[in-house]
């Protein structure tokens, strides 16, 4: 595992800006379907610590776009309600898949949504910096679901 941490550190020197777009680009649609939620009823949640509702809530957001278990809430998160802007939460996530393990934060506002990557892990050893990127791309693609026929209509 410390080969494996040492590769992640070098990923986020050198390719962090790429991994970070890469899960930012493929959480576009996830990002607009957590926006659909009521924000007043995520910051209850988050206040209330009523992590199985805001589990049930994120995992359902989820799991439209990708396989069951790849991408969900991983039971943290936090929220920012000043009076002069508009309110953002921010939720930890986790994306495991083809041998590839994601812990990250999104932070959701009313326009934007942005990620900070905790960590990246590869079951697999001597990754150079590209690799590693290319690998998190593939996961990515390989952990959608399936396109519903009449859903694509």
Do not use: C
Not at 59 to 72: H, I, P
């Amino acid at each position: 595992m410390g080969s494996t941490k040492d590769m992640t550190a070098a990923a986020r020197a050198g390719h962090g800006g790429q991994s970070e777009r890469v899960i930012a680009d493929a959480l576009i649609d996830v990002a607009s379907e957590l926006r659909l939620i009521d924000v007043a009823e995520l910051i209850t949640l988050i206040r209330n610590d009523q992590e199985a509702n805001l589990a049930d809530l994120v995992n359902s957001s989820t799991e439209l776009f990708y396989r069951n278990g790849a991408l969900r809430y991983a039971l943290s998160a936090s929220f920012k309600a000043p009076w002069d802007a508009t309110p953002e939460i921010a939720l930890d996530m986790e994306f495991r898949y083809d041998r590839v393990s994601a812990f990250f934060r999104l932070t959701i506002g009313e326009r934007r949504a942005r990620i900070e990557i905790a960590d990246i892990l590869f079951d697999e050893d001597g990754l150079d910096d590209s690799a590693q990127v290319e690998r998190l791309v593939v996961a990515f693609e390989r952990a959608r679901a399936p396109r519903n026929f009449a859903a694509a209509r």
